[in-house]
């Protein structure tokens, strides 16, 4: 990847963080995240981790986004009213805290790391056979229990929808 384009990314990036955190709308805020995990996507496509790009627009961008709009449909849209600005604390430790985290960035980033060469196998790491690899044999115990566990949060949250609407 070139410098050219890393920035162009980043700059992309960064825009689109922006617009989730900055936005007053909920829907936009939920459209600008769906734009930040596709350029996520075009970063993983041109390290050449395709696997992990698809992956990225199938299940974020996909799955996560379309849930968090149904959820913001579900609920009016409009989370304007629940928001207070009556805790000045909670700013003030907020861009604390946000000002550090910059230092940080700016400390690592001159930091000098040791350049080495990358492992033999480093160009194929975001493959589907390495991936699946590890994913299937090592790790399938956690894999499975995962899965278990979206669907029993599924479920409940199916079941508490359910319960709201016998109610009204």
Request: hydrophobic residues 60%; glycine residues 8%; charged residues 10%.
């Amino acid at each position: 990847m070139s410098l050219f384009s890393f920035a162009i990314l980043a700059f992309l990036a960064l825009l689109t963080a922006l617009g989730v955190i900055l936005s007053k709308n909920a829907v936009y805020s939920a459209l600008s995240l769906l734009a930040h995990f596709l350029v996520i996507a075009l970063f993983y496509f041109a390290l050449s981790a395709q696997f992990l790009g698809i992956v990225q627009v199938i299940v974020y961008a996909g799955a996560i986004v379309v849930l968090f709009l149904f959820v913001i449909m579900l609920i009016g849209g409009d989370i304007s009213a629940t928001i207070q600005d009556n805790r000045p604390a909670t700013r003030i430790g907020a861009t604390v805290l946000g000002v550090l985290f910059l230092l940080g960035l700016i400390i690592a980033f001159f930091q000098k790391l040791p350049l080495g060469t990358a492992p033999a196998g480093a160009p194929d790491a975001g493959s589907v056979q390495a991936v699946a690899g590890p994913l299937y044999t090592t790790y399938l115990l956690p894999f499975e229990l995962a899965s278990v566990l979206l669907l029993a949060g599924m479920l409940g949250g199916v079941a508490l929808a359910l319960r709201d609407r016998r109610r009204h």
